[in-house]
């Protein structure tokens, strides 16, 4: 089944991370995403590892579903090939710093010219405006800067990077949704419009609940290790052969009367300093360690059935590997064998977003530098070969 956004043609002139993500999403969702790239290397992503029979597994993984086409826009031909392209799609992104495009003679208002619908999405480090504008950004800045690495850790320690890249990937979510809204108000309209999506920005979104304790208590906020700063117990705790993740949930009646019997701690019911999930966070340093001794004496296997009888939330502490493997996440087909004609068959992470009736999906692996130069310039502006091959020849494509 084709996905929901059939029909959406996108040209993508994002590279590494945050817009090649964002891209994704769109194109897993049914959109075509035409990756145009600078030949003869395209992007940096390419040369990034792990590295499987000389091509990128890191490339593979963002780019997958997606065709490229090699185009030379530092080129006159190149930029007046690009902007017919412009012409009959209805997304442009990128992820240059600010004033990059503009520099080229390509830019948000120079394409509104040749196409009032377009929607023209720029992901940057810290957005189209401000006195941050024009610094270059990544991951681990944004993360420092928003305060996300401030509040990652265990107390007492040093500032730590979330094991992932939390800055890239906010900002590429956010782009596809800026992209989805100004798609569906295009509906209305008629018109495209400018999305400015900052990494910086998409740190501070996402940091709702930090920002609003520290305006609401004046307290700043720091790292907890894997603890809930407003509940308790609300952790990953030490069980006899590795670890289990609890979440005591609101609103569950006796919940935290159960969980004490079941764990044979009924003492900790009547304790007037862990009555209610507040005391509980406020006296947290000496509930835990009473909680890490009980739930010691158990594998997580025996908790989880345990704590299921009782209805508590709660979960192994997977690894990778042990994530890759569990009946959920198989079940919901979350990682699906895609074939590279150099790599091979590879298992990629699945589009989350189950749709009933378009649902989408992977299209294919990761294309070469150029794969599709000639189908989408025969497509989009029905170029004959001979003007393909001039083109060729004179270094404009490959």
């Not at 940057?124 to 504008?133: E, H, L, M, N, Y």
Request: charged share 20%.
């Amino acid at each position: 089944m084709p996905g929901p956004l059939e029909g959406i043609k996108i040209l993508d002139l994002t590279w590494v991370l945050s817009g090649p993500y964002g891209s994704m999403v769109l194109s897993d969702l049914g959109a075509e995403v035409i990756k145009v790239e600078r030949p003869p290397y395209g992007d940096i992503a390419r040369t990034t590892g792990p590295m499987i029979n000389g091509e990128s597994g890191y490339f593979f993984s963002i780019n997958r579903g997606k065709k490229s086409i090699a185009i030379d826009l530092a080129n006159d031909e190149g930029k007046e090939l690009f902007l017919k392209l412009v012409e009959q799609v209805d997304v442009v992104a990128e992820n240059f710093t600010p004033g990059t495009m503009d520099g080229l003679g390509l830019g948000y208002e120079a394409l509104r010219k040749r196409n009032p619908r377009l929607v023209y999405a720029a992901t940057s480090g810290f957005g189209q405006t401000g006195p941050d504008r024009l610094r270059p950004a990544l991951d681990i800045v944004v993360q420092g800067m928003g305060g996300v690495m401030s509040i990652t850790g265990h107390p007492g320690g040093p500032p730590a990077r979330p094991g992932l890249s939390l800055g890239d990937i906010a900002a590429g979510l956010f782009t596809a949704i800026g992209v989805l809204a100004a798609l569906r108000e295009r509906d209305t309209s008629g018109e495209g419009q400018l999305v400015d999506v900052s990494m910086l920005d998409c740190q501070v979104a996402i940091l709702e609940n930090a920002f609003m304790r520290y305006f609401a208590t004046g307290q700043t906020p720091g790292p907890i290790g894997t603890r809930h700063p407003l509940a308790t117990p609300f952790q990953a705790f030490p069980t006899k052969d590795g670890y289990i993740v609890l979440a005591l949930s609101w609103g569950i009646e006796n919940q935290w009367e159960l969980f004490c019997a079941l764990i044979g701690e009924t003492e900790l019911i009547n304790d007037p300093r862990f009555e209610t999930s507040g005391l509980r966070t406020e006296h947290h340093a000496e509930l835990e360690p009473i909680l890490n001794e009980a739930l010691r004496q158990r594998t997580t296997g025996e908790w989880l059935q345990e704590f299921d009888k009782i209805g508590m939330p709660c979960g192994p502490l997977n690894t990778i590997p042990q994530a890759a493997e569990h009946p959920q996440v198989r079940a919901r087909e979350m990682l699906v064998d895609v074939t590279h004609p150099v790599i091979g068959t590879l298992p990629l992470a699945n589009t989350p977003i189950k749709l009933s009736r378009t649902p989408g999906g992977i299209e294919g692996p990761s294309p070469s530098v150029g794969q599709h130069t000639d189908e989408v310039l025969r497509a989009l502006l029905d170029m004959p070969d001979a003007e393909l091959t001039r083109l060729r020849d004179a270094e404009v494509i490959q």
